[in-house]
């Protein structure tokens, strides 16, 4: 035991004056760029991709991706953003849409004005007004979560449906199409987790409102369509036709398992729904079904993010043209990353390549992207706002006195009670 | 009954209703114990469908899962500084944490009896609430993205002096006199005298402080920034939170995550047992 | 120094400075690390309490956060939820871990070692390995459910992560798992210190197991208790791993703690961070009033 003891001490001293010498402090010049993002399979490699192409160009400038999980990197971002530290911060981070505002209005100096650097034409118009606050527009649009309804070609004829009966539906007529489904075939219509609030979202904006007035003030007590919306949700997951699930790894098993018959969401479900190799052939892709008020449309969104450029950074210069030679420029690029990841940008000039008309034999020849591509540009614009999350979890916390049978305005009254109180 | 037949009828008989239901009852309990360690290897042999469908089986994947893996997470690196932040921090941790338990044990005073008191309160502040200006001092002293500022705050464990001051009630003074005659300096004493007769002390320590900065989360993630000083659960986290995560490879990870403790924790179990004893009076 | 303490007679009247300076030259480097990351950041985050404001900027708010305290349907929400944990968990786990840790000290079993190192491997674990493991295990399909329904212990799955109930049972299954080995390894440590004599005397006096466990064990093994119950006071009060990592709070913050409902308004929500310390020095005083509630229970004025 006492010779082990000195072999540990030993070592840990040994490894204590390595540390001393490992102080290099990576010393940033002014030619390295930091990226913040998440999913090493999704954005990283997208980064890396984008990297490549533009060290091919640019050979002198290096590249940091850091990969962490989403939730680390807003955490990181924040607890810099708050203590005033810059040192910290990358060249670039990615932010989810639904926060971007949070941080451009929180951090007003911390993010560069973007306005005059890019073409803002060029990006899907939803994506370029949720990136915009006083005028001033920050950030680079990349992916989309243009929300489709995917569904098994198969089941649904077997219940004697046909495409064009999922065309142009509301959620109404989905249900009931689902209940059919589900007593003929004896599948589920569609898997739901009814804590997560995700399809709320997507109803809302398919009818261009959201959790909040044009003035930024909760809205969702007497906010018609956000009774809609949970109204409708709630009659979803009580409907026979929706099989319950809970977490994603379930959500998604559903379908690959062949015991749900749809899933609607955002495009970048595609590579889940595709990854059950048996079921080629048999998928097909819809719009997604809409609210039944007043100036809803089939097409929404779930999800998607952005790349911003922070004001500290040392080579912002350098950042900004990196973004705007690949992502504001390359159509090859989103080509690929497209057929690789199946990433769906929002760089409208990149959605006439070649990948975009390709006919894909899991959905039956269907050029899906070119579908999502289409719903995309239909996706009304709204203003999230700064308090998604705080919104979120205001719905959540209501969703099960509403799928109880309880009064849907007093439930969102309380809503509205939380969520003011939590933005005070 | 006398004693001695008591006791011998007791060996010689069968094992007692007792007995039986001990069996039973810690069989149970084990199994719930072991069982997600089970399944966990299970799961790294799988590909990620059948893990999230809870096949119980081995499968074949369990190569192909390392090769992604590796493809995902720079595994050497990640293991060495992992290992780097945790040896480094457990060796300061029980320096720093026995000295003091050993000084606020051995020389009581009133003053140093408030501050440990004081000391103690600081147990129930949560993490969270000192996040902020831990990291502006980090900032301010350009430290931040070290394994230094991953370190550092850990280091002076307010339990782990806890537990070195309960533990040395049951040192001898007399063996610290005996040494003080013989000329040895206080230190040289603490570290001649104390350290060497605490082995299982410092033993049981070492495995909890090591399992605590080899898990840690929350303090280097915020600290750490770039991908060259990535520990294990920073890692983890990021693999865990794609869009379409991996279970198998997930699954796989999570044991060779563990495994180091696992081992450690293997070879000095017994010293460990040994330590707590001293500190459970 | 040397020639002080070498004199004996000149080392006695000066024990008491020697004994200041010297026992100060021992705590102080903890002292001084604490000082810097501990009680420096507690007093900035004291002071952060009082105020207000969004992002990087703030004004002073008096007591404005207690009073929305007192609104804040989340946090009371968070503060019952603890309660129920607090109140369930740790009794179970600490009764249990006194069973299991009797069982164990009993010489007449076998493969003591084994069992032992079984049941404390659960704590090993890293928090994000094991919030990974139960959230799978535990899922509506996964395999927690299928094994039940295979033995017909339940007619349909129990909806661990959906339903308000069970997601607070998961929660405490969780905590149980991974730390009453823990728990037990202290006890068991305890119960060796016991001299046999005292069980051999009580059976020969017709004490049965369960009497002697009552009347022997525990009695004696009263500090440590007070100990592990303090301590898992302090962590029940700021858990946060298990409800994060686990439910995430859900379902309608059925499951949601203190300490994750602090993360949530300092990294989830739009960061206020005076109002996250004001929540954090909530859980300050509840433990302290807990903590001395325990000692008076059990009649110990001393810290174990």
Redesign the interface.
Known sequence: MKKFLFVVLALMLTLSVFAAGDKEAAAAGPQKITIWAWDPNFNIAIMEEAKARYQAINPDVQFEIVDMAKADVEQKLLINLSSGVTDGLPDIVLIEDYNAEKYLSSYPDSFADLSSSFDYSQFAPYKVKLMTVGGKTYGVPFDTGVAGTYYRKDILEAAGFRASDMENITWDRFIEIGEAVFAKTGVSMCAFDPTDGGLVRVMLHSAGSWYFDKNGKPFLAGNPVMEAAVATYAKLINSPGTMKTSGWAEWVGAINSGKAATISTGVWITGSVKAEATQSGKWALAPIPRLNVPGAVNASNLGGSSWYVLNSSKAKATAIDFLKQIYAKDNDFYQKILVDRGAVGSFLPSQGGSAYMVADPFFGGQKVFQNFSAYMQKIPSVEFGSYTYEADSAIASVLPSIYAGGSVADALKAAQAQLENAIK | MPHEQLLLRRLRGRPSAGLVFSYVFIIIVAAFCLFPFLWMVIGATNVSKDVSMGKLSLGMALFDNFANLNKLVNLPLVFRNTAFVTLVGTFFTLLVASMAGYGFEMYRNRHRERLYAFLLLTMMIPFAAVMIPLFRIFAKVQLLNSFIAVILPSVASVIVIFYFRQSTKSFSRELVEAARIDGLSELQAFFYIYVPSMKSTYAAAAIIVFMSYWNSFLWPLIVLQTNDKKLLTLAISSLSSSYTPDFGVIMLFIILATSPTLVIFFAMQRQFVAGMLGAGK | ??TI??S?LVRHHSTAGF??S??????S??????G???????I??FL?SFQ?G???VYHFNGLGNIQ?LL????FL?ALKNTFVYFIFQVPIMIILAL??AS??N?P??KFR??????????????????S??????F?????VN?MLLAINVVAEPI????D?FWAKVLIIIALT?RWT?YNM??????M??ISPSYY?AA??DGAN?FQQFRYITVPLLK??ILFTSV?ST?GT??L?DESMNIT?G????ATIT??HY???V??????N?GY??TI??V??FL??IL?FVQFKLTGDDH??
């Open positions: 120094m040397k303490r070498q004996g004994h200041r010297t026992g100060w030259m021992f705590v480097f903890a002292l001084i690390l604490v810097v990351f501990s009680i420096y950041p507690v900035s985050s952060l207000t969004r992002g990087a929305r609104k804040d349907t989340v929400q069973t299991i069982v164990l009993n007449k079993l070692g084994f069992f032992r190192i079984a049941i404390f491997l659960p704590c090993v674990t890293s928090l994000v390995a094991y990974v493991l139960f959230k799978s295990m899922a509506l399909d996964g395999l299928r909806p661990w992560l959906l308000p798992w080995g390894m202290f006890y068991l440590s305890a060796q210190n051999e059976r020969i197991a500090p440590v301590m302090i009060l700021q946060f995430g859900g379902p309608a913050n203190i300490s602090i993360y949530n300092l990294f989830r929500f739009t960061p961070f996250a310390a954090s020095y859980i300050v433990v302290a903590a810290a174990a």
